[in-house]
């Protein structure tokens, strides 16, 4: 070891590679306890400490710059730096080196109880042997590691940090598991089955629920949660019981731990969000002007925007207006009491006959029982689409073996990549097959509720509530005209369902026909009662 007679003091610098040793380790405590014993030995006075929980390949770090910083402000070769062994020092050749440039620049001596610096060839060569060895070993670490973890994402375990709604927790037969962190996984639940049966159409409508709900973690200022982090958590299939990670090569595979959601559920965000949503939640859409939106120029087909306008005595109003350049009815004001009051027309017209929604309701919970009974038809049938699956899938991975092409390599690889997503989809519609079905009844009563009186629904319901209801009773937006007023309107399935009934049992009466014919702007109108 290199004697300086003029060093009476020394700062001594420790570092483990993350929080979680400083943690759960004694990594830094047994490096301290070691450097100043070499410190009494050397009869140096250690005037301070500085640690780092940080990788070793990093050139710069917290702890490291201030030492630094502290030893530029004292004499030049005043202080001994004392480290515990050359990998605490750094774990990459090249941050090795320009540390050592930049301590001597600042005056510091490198001392450690392992090794002799000196400024000679052969100790710089033993030295950046030393240094090349801990770059090897902190390498073959990662490596290490890493195979570890894809080794067990391949069996199907997470490896990576627990995203938000779950919780890792140490189970005797699987290690650390996924579990379910509640109440945070059942609100994301909602959530993201709202966005799939279509009770939330953007994902602007799935972060408002989300920060409004208290127990919710949120990630901004004032409760607000990152756009960024919907798109990250609507995007992750482990939220459906599945594991994935492209980069390692490691394919969709079912996982050991409880989903949130279903890969059907899943299938079908992923497909929604590229459809145009219908009556979608806004910025600017307030409370005067909820049917903003949801309401079309019948003649260009572009959404009618709204606005209040100031009349000459300093009154306002509230009106909708075509924005779009070029139609026949641009800028041309329409009284918003007109549209409103032609829209709970179509609404109240919509509501069907008792006699109707119980010859409904009966059929629905008729076709429900024989659903449940086909349960193992509907098995069977599944396990032979599987089987079918399987077998294209072996037919195009021998041809993508057989190939030589590279771009009919990539088209074959994907169409196996897409066969492997059909067929754990099937397999888990067969798997529910055979899962006892809850009781429909709550689900009729509250479909019976809506379908009763609609427009209540609508006319005391909160903003959320009517745009809900739009989505619910129509499929597309509604088309207006200035003159004539609503068009005939695309409505749901459900009203589809109870106009074919309606038509097949000859229930359409007279009452309300001719208030339906202008309300539609003379054309056809929905007879449900």
């Known amino acids: 070891m290199s004697t300086h007679t003029t060093i009476r003091k020394a700062v001594i610098y420790t570092r483990v590679s993350g929080s979680k040793q400083v943690r759960e380790g004694d990594g830094l405590a047994s490096q301290e306890n070691r450097c100043r014993e070499y410190c009494t030995y050397k009869d140096y006075d250690v005037v301070e400490v500085f640690s780092d929980d940080m990788s070793g390949k990093f050139e710069r770090r917290p702890a490291m710059d201030r030492m630094l910083a502290f030893l530029r402000l004292n004499p030049k070769g005043s202080h001994a730096v004392v480290i515990d062994d050359i990998s605490r020092f750094a774990r990459n050749v090249q941050a090795h080196i320009k540390l050592r440039e930049t301590m001597a620049d600042a005056g510091g001596i490198l001392e450690s109880p392992s090794i002799e610096f ?43 940090p627990a995203p938000i709604g779950y919780t890792y927790k140490r189970t005797g037969s699987h290690g650390n598991l996924l579990t379910r962190d509640e109440p945070i996984a059942s609100i994301l639940q909602e959530a993201l089955e709202g966005y799939a049966s ?35 958590i609507m995007s992750r299939v482990t ?95 329409i009284r918003a009491e007109k549209v409103d009051s032609a ?46 699956m ?31 997503n059909e067929i754990l989809v099937a397999q888990e519609k067969m798997g529910n097959c055979t899962k006892p079905r809850e009781p429909a009844s709550y689900a009729f009563e509250l479909l019976r509720k ?48 109870l106009e074919r009934i309606s038509q097949k049992r000859e229930m359409a009466h007279l009452r309300g026909f001719e208030p339906l014919a202008s309300a539609f702007g003379g054309q056809r109108s929905i007879q449900l009662s």
């Open 450 to 497: 809506f379908l009763s009186n609609p427009w209540d629904i609508y006319k005391n319901g909160s903003l959320n509530m009517k745009k809900t209801v739009l989505r619910i009773a129509f499929k597309a937006p509604l088309s207006y005209d200035r003159e004539s007023g609503f068009r005939t309107p695309q409505v749901s399935v459900i009203y589809e369902f």
């Open 390 to 420: 399987e077998k294209q899938q072996d037919a195009v991975l021998e041809r993508l073996v057989a190939t030589a092409n590279e771009k009919v390599a990539k088209a074959l690889e994907a169409k196996i990549a897409r066969l492997e």
């Open 118 to 160: 000196g400024e000679d060839s052969d100790s710089r060569l033993v030295e950046h042997m030393l240094a090349s060895v801990a770059q090897h070993q902190r390498e073959k670490n990662a490596e290490q590691t890493r195979n570890r973890m894809k080794g067990r994402m391949m069996n199907g375990y997470a490896v990576f």
């Open 239 to 333: 939220y459906a019981g599945y594991i994935e990670h492209a980069p390692w090569g490691v394919s969709r595979r079912k996982g050991h731990h409880e989903p949130i959601i279903s890969l059907e559920t899943y299938e079908k965000m992923q497909a929604r969000m590229t459809m145009k949503a219908m009556a979608p939640r806004r910025k600017d859409i307030s409370a005067d002007f909820p049917l903003r939106g949801a309401v079309e120029c019948a003649s260009c087909h572009n959404p009618l925007t709204s606005c209040w306008s100031k009349s000459k005595t300093g009154k306002k109003y509230p009106y909708f207006w075509c924005n779009k350049r070029g139609c026949s009815e641009y800028r041309k004001n």
């Open 198 to 232: 279509g009770r939330f159409v953007t994902k602007a409508e799935v972060k408002h629920f989300l920060e409004a709900q208290p127990e919710y973690p949120k990630d901004l200022p004032n409760g607000r949660i990152r756009d960024q982090r919907i798109q990250d």
């Open 343 to 388: 829209f709970e027309t179509l609404m109240k017209n919509l509501t069907p006959s008792r006699q109707l929604l119980d010859i409904a309701t009966a059929m629905l919970k008729d076709a429900t029982a024989q659903h449940a009974n086909r349960a193992v038809e509907k098995k069977a049938d599944w396990k032979r689409r599987i089987t079918e």
